[in-house]
């Protein structure tokens, strides 16, 4: 947390405004199709006033795949910059002095590959190590639990965290090698309980680790220490979430002062960035996510003593699509209004002294530090997510939630209230309202990494792969293999395999099977009345129960929406097949078929929904399938729900639709419709 000014805090207001302090840093997160369509993007956010960048990977860099695998397909500078070698990351930064910039990169599982490619970037440029300054982001823990671009298994996901840790403590020491994230945890259902307790347990796990490896002397743990930081979730609970941050800020201090002796006060900051919530923007009246931003971000700059350092924020209309670069412009100047024409900057704490800050802070820390005492008996963070206790957690947090929302307990502007709307100006047309990616550019650049094989020197590239292998088969720090790799020309996908070979793969608990039921089936509750067609539509097929599979296709971790449409449908009476994210068209047509389910579902937020679906669609048809009706979720512009429809699609679902049984009562409609059966008359299957 930032230093106190004792000076100025005793000054008074009299004879003009006070100077103000140095505002955070102010990122939008962005990138897409190719490396210089995102140079282009970042030059121009930069001179907009933009003061740091924040880098989004597609999914294939994120998970360790080339653009010509299989899984890439559809995904391809989708959600992300495609950075598949040195050479695009050379074109990622050109013209951009990295010695100067201050570069936060969304990247885990791959972390070390990415800035081993940044570092000798900047070295090309000229730029001494020592001045780099950055994050990444580096925390494998939360992938296991929502995000879901994990590749290895947990202890060697920690060794690589560890080796990054270490090794940047000793070259690029103003660097953050690890951005611990509550983010993604709150959008996976946490409570702030949750969010504060499972991020710590990962910052122990972590410091445990990098301590017991023996790298860094005791002498110089307090720089490791200084170097972690945490990126974090602003809901739009104003009160709590300012409250939440104070309770961070006081568990770390605590954790870093008793736990590992830390004794310099500025070693022992909470250090942390944060994007506003994404969670809670809605497709419906999308104009009402400025507000939900502006609140959210206030949560996090308000409060000088729990003040982000960084701030992103998302554009309002992101639950309809991929922002354009006037969106993010207005995400940016939202920042800009409230840093530079508002007198934030010129005060003191404004909620020192608040009794009813001080109550709610008191009461996150004594349950935040309750969880992870349960979670340190299980044998700590690692063995809790092994043993898939904290996926179950989340899964059951986020339908609790969902349930108050369709109870009308939670309110949400603009879907369960007030729904009523003057038509959007800012929505008329759809096709512009949003940015595209051309489909054809996945073919470029998968022709242009074909052509970098081709040109590098092949031999220098297999013996650096080698070398890797080797290093991770023994105990050596892998970054300067790594960085060797990087210099030799490998390839994202090679690097990954390599590694692959040695650690293994993992496929993280799904938490569906575990998750309690969150939403009554008395007599007269809509549950109650699905439970009833479904029961009636699998004894006129004579099926026993009807079965449903859940399929994830593609690079597209954020299962949320998955695993909700799971549990409501286990609580409906189907049997569900749910096998996790990350699979092949082909693998879920396999599945649909040995199952023998009567309705497939598939959810796709990453916009890889038109490559893949058509492709089930089509798998389906030559297995003698094709009846079997296809339902889709996810964030799908109107156009392309159109054209699925269009291609055989049952039904599509997108953020609008936010009542989960009603969904489930609608895949039962398609079932029966599919196997012409009548309709259902909704008076006959009232309880």
């Known amino acids: 947390m930032p230093e106190a000014d004792p000076e100025r805090a005793a000054a008074g207001p009299a004879g003009g405004r006070r100077p103000k302090d140095r505002p955070w840093l102010m990122r939008t997160y962005a990138g897409h199709s190719t490396a210089e369509a995102s140079n282009a993007l970042y030059r121009n956010n930069l001179a907009k006033g933009?003061?740091?960048?924040?880098?989004?990977?597609?999914?294939?860099?994120?998970?360790?795949?080339?653009?010509?695998?299989?899984?890439?397909?559809?995904?391809?500078?989708?959600?992300?910059?495609?950075?598949?070698?040195?050479?695009?990351?050379?074109?990622?930064?050109?013209?951009?002095?990295?010695?100067?910039?201050?570069?936060?990169?969304?990247?885990?599982?791959?972390?070390?590959?990415?800035?081993?490619?940044?570092?000798?970037?900047?070295?090309?440029?000229?730029?001494?190590?020592?001045?780099?300054?950055?994050?990444?982001?580096?925390?494998?823990?939360?992938?296991?639990?929502?995000?879901?671009?994990?590749?290895?298994?947990?202890?060697?996901?920690?060794r690589l965290t560890t080796d990054m840790i270490t090794y940047t403590v000793a070259r690029i020491p103003r660097w953050n090698p690890i951005n611990i994230c509550s983010y993604h945890l709150q959008?996976?259902?946490?409570?702030?309980?949750?969010?504060?307790?499972?991020?710590?347990?990962?910052?122990?796990?972590?410091l445990d680790a990098v301590r017991d490896s023996g790298q860094v002397p005791a002498e110089r743990f307090g720089d490791v220490v200084a170097r972690i930081s945490f990126f974090v979730n602003a809901g739009v609970r104003f009160v709590e979430e300012m409250c939440k941050m104070r309770a961070f800020g006081r568990i770390w201090d605590r954790i870093t002062r008793e736990r590992y002796g830390v004794a310099d006060e500025r070693q022992r900051r909470f250090r942390y960035g944060v994007q506003v919530n994404s969670l809670g923007l809605t497709e419906a009246q999308p104009e009402n996510n400025i507000q939900r931003i502006v609140l959210e971000m206030l949560g996090v700059t308000l409060s000088k003593d729990a003040r982000a350092r960084a701030v992103q924020l998302p554009a309002w209309n992101e639950a309809l699509g991929l922002p354009r670069p006037w969106d993010q412009q207005w995400s940016l100047r939202i920042q800009q209004v409230l840093a530079l024409e508002s007198d934030?900057?010129?005060?003191?704490?404004?909620?020192?002294?608040?009794?009813?800050?001080?109550?709610?802070?008191?009461?996150?820390?004594?349950?935040?530090?309750?969880?992870?005492?349960?979670?340190?008996?299980?044998?700590?963070?690692?063995?809790?997510v092994e043993s898939g206790y904290l996926k179950s957690r989340l899964v059951s947090s986020h339908a609790?939630?969902?349930?108050?929302?369709?109870?009308?307990?939670?309110?949400?502007?603009?879907?369960?209230?007030?729904?009523?709307?003057?038509?959007?100006?800012?929505?008329?047309?759809?096709?512009?309202?949003?940015?595209?990616?051309?489909?054809?550019?996945?073919a470029r650049v998968v022709a242009a990494l074909r052509e970098w094989r081709d040109s590098r020197d092949e031999a220098r590239a297999g013996e650096s792969l080698a070398a890797l292998k080797r290093t991770a088969a023994g105990t050596d720090n892998l970054m300067a293999a790594t960085v060797e790799c990087a210099r030799a020309g490998v390839t994202t996908g090679e690097w990954a395999w390599?590694?692959?070979?040695?650690?293994?793969?993992?496929?993280?608990?799904?938490?569906?099977?575990?998750?309690?039921?969150?939403?009554?089936?008395?007599?007269?509750?809509?549950?109650?009345?699905?439970?009833?067609?479904?029961?009636?539509?699998?004894?006129?097929?004579g099926s026993g129960r009807l079965r449903?599979?859940?399929?994830?296709?593609?690079?597209?971790?954020?299962?949320?929406?998955?695993?909700?449409?799971?549990?409501?449908?286990?609580?409906?009476?189907?049997?569900?097949?749910?096998?996790?994210?990350?699979?092949?068209?082909?693998?879920?047509?396999?599945?649909?078929?040995?199952?023998?389910?009567?309705?497939?579902?598939?959810?796709?937020?990453?916009?890889?929904?038109?490559?893949?679906?058509?492709?089930?669609?089509?798998?389906?048809?030559?297995?003698?399938?094709?009846?079997?009706?296809?339902?889709?979720?996810?964030i799908i512009p109107s156009a392309d729900a159109e054209a699925l429809r269009a291609a055989g699609v049952a039904a599509v679902f997108t953020p609008k639709d936010f009542g989960i049984t009603e969904i489930i009562g609608r895949i039962v409609d398609e079932i029966r419709h599919a196997n012409k059966l009548e309709p259902l008359d909704p008076l006959e299957v009232s309880p």
Request: glycine share 10%.
């Open 548 to 634: 449903l599979l859940v399929g994830k296709p593609g690079l597209d971790g954020h299962s949320n929406g998955a695993e909700q449409i799971a549990v409501r449908a286990r609580d409906a009476g189907f049997e569900v097949v749910y096998q996790g994210i990350r699979l092949t068209p082909e693998q879920i047509v396999n599945a649909a078929v040995a199952e023998d389910v009567h309705c497939v579902g598939l959810s796709i937020l990453s916009g890889s929904h038109a490559a893949l679906v058509p492709d089930v669609l089509g798998r389906l048809r030559e297995a003698g399938a094709g009846d079997i009706p296809v339902i889709v979720g996810g």
């Open 498 to 541: 390599a590694l692959r070979e040695v650690f293994g793969e993992f496929r993280a608990p799904t938490g569906v099977s575990g998750a309690p039921v969150a939403v009554a089936a008395e007599a007269g509750t809509p549950l109650a009345a699905v439970r009833e067609k479904v029961s009636r539509t699998a004894a006129e097929l």
């Open 187 to 206: 959008e996976a259902g946490a409570t702030p309980v949750q969010e504060v307790a499972y991020a710590m347990s990962t910052a122990i796990a972590v």
């Open 344 to 384: 934030l900057l010129e005060y003191d704490d404004i909620f020192a002294g608040s009794h009813v800050v001080e109550a709610k802070v008191a009461s996150l820390v004594e349950e935040s530090l309750a969880e992870m005492d349960r979670i340190e008996e299980m044998g700590g963070v690692m063995a809790a």
């Open 50 to 158: 933009q003061t740091g960048l924040s880098v989004a990977f597609d999914l294939p860099t994120q998970t360790g795949y080339d653009p010509d695998h299989v899984l890439a397909r559809g995904e391809v500078g989708r959600v992300g910059v495609p950075v598949s070698h040195l050479g695009d990351m050379r074109r990622l930064f050109q013209d951009i002095p990295l010695a100067k910039m201050n570069t936060s990169m969304t990247i885990n599982a791959t972390a070390m590959w990415l800035l081993a490619l940044y570092q000798v970037v900047a070295e090309e440029q000229g730029a001494d190590s020592d001045l780099l300054q950055g994050t990444t982001q580096n925390d494998i823990v939360k992938e296991y639990l929502s995000r879901g671009t994990h590749v290895f298994p947990p202890v060697p996901s920690l």
């Open 400 to 442: 609790e939630r969902r349930a108050r929302i369709e109870s009308g307990e939670e309110k949400i502007v603009g879907v369960n209230c007030f729904e009523s709307t003057e038509p959007n100006p800012l929505t008329a047309d759809l096709d512009t309202a949003i940015m595209t990616v051309d489909p054809a550019n996945e």
